[in-house]
């Protein structure tokens, strides 16, 4: 009596007709992003909707990617490969506590600005007109190339005023 069946294999085992359901609503999907409807933020926040609607885990939505790629004659192996990559990504970790934590959690996308020299050792975090700068030690605003590189942004972001936030003096732990 060996043979125990396992309800979360079953559960997370991806049927035809899960992949053709999957299917029709995607191709929807990818129309609205064609036409200008939707962007391919949206696409994913459907996505992951879609996902918690019919009860499917990251397991099975994994297995009916893989369906649907051989379906359309790619290489499902080389996928399979790509799956710890892709499941340990910032992108799909984001996605999956957005799926828990709903809109009081945001995607964002931001450039990043490291400056190292005599005077600062600083990240500059640029998102839109918010610049987030934080550092270790006391942050010298009389830095030439902090300085430089604000100007280049505000002058590439469109001439209009930056809202810089600033943490200094940051302390660091482990968690």
């Known amino acids: 009596m060996s043979d125990v069946i396992k309800f979360e294999d079953i559960k997370n085992k991806a049927r035809d007709k899960d992949v053709n359901q999957f299917e029709d609503y995607i191709f929807k999907k990818y129309y609205e992003v064609a036409e200008g409807k939707m962007s391919m933020a949206d696409l994913n926040r459907d996505i992951m909707q879609y996902m918690s609607e019919h009860d499917i885990s990251q397991e099975k939505f994994s297995e009916i990617q893989i369906k649907l790629m051989e379906r359309y004659g790619y290489d499902a192996e080389e996928f399979k490969k790509l799956i710890p990559e ?15 934590y709903g809109n009081s959690l945001e995607i964002v996308s931001v450039l990043r600005k490291t400056i190292k020299n005599e005077k600062n050792d600083l990240i500059l975090y640029c998102e839109g007109d918010d610049v987030t700068i934080l550092s270790e030690k006391e942050v010298d605003l009389e830095d030439n ?20 936030k600033m943490g200094d003096s940051l302390s660091e732990f482990i968690y």
């Open 86 to 100: 892709i499941k340990d990504s910032p992108l799909n970790v984001g996605m999956t506590l957005k799926a828990k």
């Open 145 to 164: 190339e902090l300085h430089d590189f604000l100007v280049s942004y505000r002058r590439q972001h469109g001439e209009e005023q930056l809202r810089i």
